[in-house]
């Protein structure tokens, strides 16, 4: 099943922070975190695996509660160049077919503005 | 090192017309994807290559095929479009890494195709 993302849209000023979350009904193994611009290609930020530890860089970090299958992004201090589509995506095994099949959610749409 | 390459970017068809969106990446990885994306669906894995000699099925493969030509490069063909095939179509690549027991898969995205089909 497709997770889900909340919100679907957020608008904010520089330097507000935010926070995406990622549930699914069923358990996972890991939690990918892209980031896509409008006309352009999914970039990677991060990655949480069951068993992990919380990832981060500069501004940007999540954290993994594996008994709530559930993940959160967390922007600090936004820049305009946040801006754009987050998409987080499942698996559900580490080994085998679905180690390789990840599930994306519906995206959460990210406006910065000035 | 240009990464993941997809042509073409854009690509018309009319319903019954077929063809091969195709793929290469230069970063020696194993593995290789196909997402389709339609508006407020998000990214939908279509057909994937675990490794060289191997295809597997995602969640929407119905419609399409696909070859895993050699390690560098994974095409998507279609071989009957059909107007719900009009999409923006993605390949990938990844290598897994294993840290400390863990496995790590971060998947590198190409630039997309466009298609519409008529």
């Known amino acids: 099943q497709q997770p889900v993302q909340s919100p679907q849209a957020v608008i904010l000023r520089e330097g507000e922070d935010a926070v995406i979350n990622c549930s699914s009904s069923?358990?996972?193994?890991?939690v990918h975190w892209y980031r896509q611009k409008h006309g352009e290609a999914p970039i990677f930020l991060m990655i949480?695996?069951?068993?992990?530890e919380q990832k981060g860089h500069d501004k940007i970090s999540a954290s993994f509660n594996e008994k709530k299958q559930q993940s959160s992004l967390y922007l600090t201090a936004s820049q305009l160049s946040y801006s754009g589509t987050y998409f987080c995506?499942?698996?559900?095994?580490?080994?085998?077919?679905?180690?390789?099949?990840?599930?994306f959610g519906k995206g959460t749409k990210l406006s910065v503005i000035p | 090192n240009a990464g993941v390459t997809q042509t073409p970017k854009f690509q018309v068809l009319k319903t019954g017309q077929s063809m091969t969106l195709q793929c290469a990446q230069d970063?020696?990885?194993?593995?290789m994807y196909w997402y389709r994306q339609d508006p407020g669906m998000g990214l939908r894995l279509i057909y994937y290559?675990?490794?060289?000699?191997?295809?597997d099925k995602g969640e929407v493969p119905n419609g399409y095929n696909v070859s895993r030509l050699n390690k560098r490069e994974f095409s998507l063909r279609l071989e009957s479009a059909a107007p719900s095939q009009t999409s923006v179509y993605f390949c990938?690549?990844?290598?897994?890494?294993?840290?400390?027991?863990?496995?790590?898969?971060?998947?590198?995205f190409g630039p997309g195709t466009r298609l519409t089909v008529l």
């Open positions: 990938a690549s990844s290598e897994s890494i294993t840290d400390q027991g863990l496995i790590y898969n971060e998947q590198f």
């Open positions: 069923k358990a996972l193994y890991s």
């Open positions: 949480l695996l069951k068993g992990g």
């Open positions: 995506g499942t698996t559900a095994t580490y080994s085998g077919a679905g180690s390789y099949q990840l599930t």
């Open positions: 970063m020696n990885h194993n593995s």
């Open positions: 290559s675990a490794s060289e000699g191997t295809t």
